[in-house]
């Protein structure tokens, strides 16, 4: 069964840091790319950062990048996103995704229950 566990939110003050973990099971977690999404309070889900499975290459949303970084460890199917200088439009749920084919169903997309992040004084 797959499941993807968020730990490492909290309350911290604007300019501080948090690291997010995903431990993933249930699946070969080295085969895929993983995301971090977040939604923020009344609005809409968005990609924060993507992971490729060997974590040669990553993406960002533009509001993000330079202070945001995923990593991955494939030895301990986890995937991390550092968070420095936080803001407080950083405050929202982040979750854990990664998506694959199953046979007999496609694609299937699988999230964590999320971690919720709140960025105020």
């Known amino acids: 069964q797959v499941q993807l566990m968020e730990s490492g939110g909290g309350l911290v003050q604007p300019g501080g840091s948090l690291r997010l973990s995903c431990a993933a099971f249930?699946?070969?977690?080295?085969?895929?790319?993983m995301r971090w999404y977040r939604q923020p309070p009344e609005k809409e889900r968005e990609l924060v950062a993507m992971?490729?499975?060997?974590?040669?290459?990553?993406n960002y949303l533009d509001s993000v990048k330079g202070r945001f970084t995923i990593s991955r460890d494939n030895v301990k199917n986890t995937v991390y996103l550092k968070m420095n200088n936080l803001k407080p439009e950083d405050t929202a749920v982040y979750y854990c995704?990664?998506?694959?084919?199953?046979?007999?169903?496609?694609?299937?997309?699988?999230w964590g229950k999320g971690t919720l992040v709140t960025v105020s004084s």
């Open positions: 995704h990664t998506k694959f084919v199953r046979i007999g169903y496609g694609m299937v997309d699988y």
């Open positions: 249930g699946f070969t977690f080295n085969c895929y790319a």
């Open positions: 992971i490729t499975n060997t974590g040669e290459n990553t």
